[in-house]
């Protein structure tokens, strides 16, 4: 159905990543994927923040960074947007949903 997981590769940069098969796709599992690897890397792995980026022109991904509450930082050289998230930042949205 596609994978997902945190690339620790660069230094000092943790990376989100997911693909899902175009069978499964605009079903919301990517959005359930990207939140519990936030999770684990906030809760589990205790890292400051998350990376994450996608090509310009893949909308789908684009909207999974944010609803998943990571914010658009820059752009890359090709004109892909690179997004981030920061433990607070991402307790503050927790926080939020446990209090509806």
Same mark, same amino acid.
């Given at each position: @159905?596609?994978?997902? =997981?945190? /690339?620790?590769?660069?230094?000092?940069? !943790?990376?989100?990543? +997911?693909? %899902? /098969?175009?069978?499964?796709?605009?079903?919301?599992?990517?959005?359930?994927?990207? &939140?519990?690897?936030? $999770?684990?890397?906030?809760?589990?792995?205790?890292?400051?923040?998350?990376? =994450? =980026?996608?090509?310009?022109?893949?909308?789908? $991904? +684009?909207?999974?960074?944010?609803?998943?509450?990571?914010?658009? /930082?820059?752009?890359?050289?090709? =004109? /892909?947007? !690179?997004?981030?998230?920061?433990? &607070? @930042?991402?307790? &503050? %949205? $927790?926080?939020? %949903?446990?209090?509806?």
């Amino acid at each position: @159905m596609g994978w997902c =997981g945190l /690339d620790g590769e660069t230094v000092g940069k !943790l990376h989100i990543f +997911y693909s %899902i /098969d175009k069978a499964f796709r605009n079903k919301g599992y990517a959005t359930q994927c990207a &939140e519990k690897l936030l $999770s684990y890397a906030f809760d589990v792995a205790q890292v400051p923040f998350v990376n =994450g =980026g996608c090509d310009k022109n893949n909308i789908a $991904s +684009y909207r999974v960074m944010e609803k998943i509450g990571m914010i658009k /930082d820059c752009y890359d050289e090709n =004109g /892909d947007p !690179l997004f981030f998230i920061s433990k &607070e @930042m991402y307790q &503050e %949205i $927790s926080n939020n %949903i446990n209090c509806l």
